[in-house]
């Protein structure tokens, strides 16, 4: 397991920016799967995107496709997700997970794969 930390939430109008952050404790980061999820209130968590542990694969949920991007520094065990042209359904407790499964096996199960490490959550509000 690793302890997760997420940072970089906010408040940001509709069209602009946002990059989180999720620091990873533990000497191991660089064999994990990482990914983002949302959940928003009254609804569903959503899986959001997903990086391979070598950084070389990448998955994204249809709706942030084209805008949203993950990525990964491993040297610093911190995954990324930067978040642009954002909407006000963009709205969410934003969390970052781990997982030492393949990232075809988490890929496959999406939303419903169960992340062994989880963050505490960051807060992103899009106003309108």
């Known amino acids: 397991q690793v302890q997760l930390v997420e940072s970089g939430g906010g408040l940001v109008q509709a069209g602009g920016s946002l990059r989180l952050s999720c620091a990873a404790s533990?000497?191991?980061?660089?064999?994990?799967?990482m990914a983002w999820f949302r959940q928003a209130p009254g609804k569903e968590r959503e899986m959001v995107a997903v990086i391979r542990w070598s950084g070389d694969s990448t998955y994204y949920a249809d709706s942030v496709k084209g805008r949203f991007t993950i990525s990964r520094d491993n040297a610093k065990n911190t995954v990324y997700l930067q978040m642009n042209s954002l909407k006000f359904e963009d709205t969410a407790v934003y969390y970052c997970?781990?997982?030492?499964?393949?990232?075809?096996?988490?890929?496959?199960?999406?939303?419903?794969?169960?992340?062994?490490?989880w963050g505490q959550g960051t807060q992103v509000t899009v106003s309108s």
């Open positions: 997970a781990a997982d030492r499964a393949p990232f075809r096996v988490v890929v496959a199960a999406t939303t419903h794969f169960d992340f062994g490490s």
């Open positions: 533990g000497r191991t980061f660089s064999s994990y799967a």
